[in-house]
C-alpha cells in the first residue's frame, strides 16, 4: 500500500538514529558537523569551511571536502576521482534486505551517475540524445496545466492554509518524469514510494531491520523498470524508453538492462531533487517578502531568482566521489581507494567566489555558479528540465496567490547524507 505525502515524510523525519554523542565521546572534532542532520547546516560548513576544508569523517568514511575550489576542481577531476561510489549504500546493507533483494533479481545498476567512462561516455551520449529541447517543449503546457489544477485544490481550502510541499511541489515533477517515459501518470503514489526507499536505502542511516520495505519496494520498481523496456520492445510509442529502445534497433550501442537502469535513474533523479527545488523557491522567497514582491511585479526575473535557489538551498547539498590512486585536495593528501564527499552545500556559500553568501538576492549576478548540479562530466542531465519547473511553478504561484504566506519558519528536514529535503512547506492566504 503506497504511503501518502504526509505519510512518507513522517516516516522519514521518525527519529536520527545517527548517535550524535559519539563524536564528542570520541573526542574528536568534527566542527558541528552531523552528516544526517540537514536542518541547519550551514554555520557547520562556514566552521569547516574555516578550520579543516577537508577533513576526514569516521562516522561516514568520507573525506569531507567544503570549499568551493575544492569542490569544482574535484569534480572535474574524474580521472583521479571517480564516481562509481555515488550510489553505493552509506550503510551497508543487512542480510535480510539482501536476501530479498537476491530472491526479487535486483540487478539495477546507475543509470548513468556511478557509471565512468569509457561506458558512462557511451551511455550518456546516447541518453543525451533522447532528452531533446522538442520532447521538454511538448511538456511545458501539462506542467503549467498540472500546476494551475494542484494550485486551485489547494487554494479551494476555506480554512486558507496549506502545505505547499505536499499539495503542490510533491505531485508536479513527478507527473512530468512520468509523462517524459510513457508511464500511467497516475501512478504517482508508487513512484513516490519506491523513490523513498531509494533515497533511504543509499543515502540515509538506517539499520537492519529498518531496510526490509525498503527491500521490498526497490525489488517492485526494479522489475517495473524492466517490464517498461520489454512493453517499449513490443508497443512503441512517443515517449523517452522507446526513443531508447528505437536507437537500440538502429543500431546504438546500449543493452536492455542498460536501458532499465537509466529508466531506475530517471524515475527517481528526474522528480525527488525537483520537487524541493520548487518547495524551496516558495519557503525562501516567502522568508524574503520583499523579493517575493518584486517577483510579483516582475515576472522575467523568476529565472534568475530559480538560480539563486539552486545557490543559497540546494537540494543535494553532498555527493560522492571515490580517489582511484594517492592524491591530493586542498593540499590534504588522499589515499587510494579513499570516499570523499563534495559539499556543494558549503562551496555554494564560499566567500572566496560569491559576495555575502549567506545573503539571499536574486540580483545576484554569478548565482549561476553555484554546484548544485554537479560539475564536469557528469553535470546533471536534468537541469534543464529542473529549472523548466521550478520557473512554471512560480510564473503561476505569484499569478494564483502574490499574497501567499510563509506559516512558520521552523521547517524541519529529512535526516540524509546527501537530500536537504523540506517535511512541509507551510503556507496560508487572505483572499
Ligand atoms: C533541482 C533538481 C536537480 C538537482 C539538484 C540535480 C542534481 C544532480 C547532481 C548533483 C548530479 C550529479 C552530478 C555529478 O556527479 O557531477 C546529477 C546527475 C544527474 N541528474 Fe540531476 N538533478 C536535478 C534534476 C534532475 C532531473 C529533472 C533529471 C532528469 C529528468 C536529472 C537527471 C540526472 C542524471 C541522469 C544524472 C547523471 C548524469 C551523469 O552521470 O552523466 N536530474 N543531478
Redesign the pocket.
Known sequence: MALSPTEARAAAAAGCPVDHSAAASSGVDHHGYEPFDLKDPFPAYAALRASEPVMYDERIDCWVVTRYDDVKST?ENWETFS?EN?QAPVRERGPQATQIMKDGGFTAYS???ARIPPE?TRL?AIAQRAFTPRRFKALEPTIRENTRAALAAMLANPERAGDFFGQVAYDIPTIT?LTLLGVDPSLVPTYKRWSDSRAAMTWGNLNDEEQVPHAHNLVEYWQECIALVTAAHRDGGDNLIADLVTAQDGGAEITDHEIASLCY??LF??HE??TT?IANCIRVLLAHREQWDQLVEDPTRIAGAVDEVLRYS???VA?RRKALADAEIGGVAIPKGANVLLVMGSANRDAEVFENPDVFDIARPDARNHL????????????M??KLQAKIVLEETLIAVPQLQLAGADIDFRENLSFRVPLSVPVTWEI
Open positions: 569534480f564516481s555515488a543509470g548513468l551517475s558512462h550518456r518524469i535513474s530517471l533523479a528526474g531533487t525537483t527545488l540546494g537540494s543535494i555527493w548544485s548540479f554537479g560539475f564536469g562530466i557528469h553535470y546533471c542531465l536534468g537541469n528540465l529542473a
